[in-house]
């Protein structure tokens, strides 16, 4: 597929880098021309070789390029980048793995700790750019963890829950998860991408304070997620 990552940081090179290794046609798009360029030769480097050579762009000449656009930039960024860019993505699948995270100033001091700046993201951006297929995906895990090779932990294949309102999109993001070696995971409609937003704030909140946010969860044998 023609995909349009847009930002040039950690979750550009983690998701960018392994659907570029697996043949996907790729568009870095980021405000500096340098940070666009630096990423796409980072990538064309570790992917010789290439059925295709990763481009840099404007933001505009990636959004314009694909048929995915990953939003892959600071929550606080999204507000200018729709308003100049929105009609740009109307009918692309547009995954946002963005997070919200700000420092949770109520936390004992030296912890950690994070609280969220607005309760629902990918729902604003379906709102602003009102003909993209939006799908919130990859935001619960660090860029390290998607950029890794081996994501099977104790017999279990990692999974990625994505949430959108498009069957297409779904299916698209799906793909674009098993491309990377990951399970998709579909959670439902948009509405309920702020759950997955809820769950990274909070996740990410147990992992800093050393705690196993796995051991919180049995496996589904033992969940008794039955109808009664
Ligand atoms: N890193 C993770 O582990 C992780 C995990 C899950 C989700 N996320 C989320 O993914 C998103 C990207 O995170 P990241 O870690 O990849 O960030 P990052 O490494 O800091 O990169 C952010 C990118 O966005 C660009 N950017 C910043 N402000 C911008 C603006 N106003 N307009 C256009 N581009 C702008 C930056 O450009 P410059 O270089 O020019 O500043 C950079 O290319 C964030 O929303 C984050 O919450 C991150």
Known sequence: MRIGIIGAGSMAAALGGGWA???HELLIGARSARSARDLADTINAGTEPARHRVGAATIAEAMDFAEVVLLAVP?????ELLDEHG????????IDCTNA???????????????????AVAERIASRASRARVVKAFNL??????AGEDRVFDGVRLAVPFCG????AMRIVADLAEDLALQPFPAGGLHRARYL???????VGLWFAGLDARAALP????????AD
């Not at 995270?101 to 309760?119: I, K, M, R, Y």
């Not at 895990?141 to 998607?146: D, G, I, P, Q, R």
């Not at 496996?219 to 039955?226: D, K, N, R, S, Y």
Request: hydrophobic residues 50%.
């Open 165 to 168: 309102d498009d069957e297409t």
């Open 219 to 226: 496996p589904l044998t033992a969940a008794f997620a039955v």
């Open 87 to 94: 009609e740009r993505l109307a009918d692309r699948v547009v």
């Open 101 to 119: 995270f700000q420092p949770d100033e109520s936390a004992p001091d030296g912890a950690t700790a994070f609280v969220l700046s607005e309760p």
């Open 197 to 203: 937003e809820a769950t990274a704030v909070f996740t």
């Open 21 to 23: 290794r697996v043949g």
């Open 75 to 79: 929550v606080a960024a999204l507000t």
């Open 141 to 146: 895990l660090a860029a390290e963890v998607w």
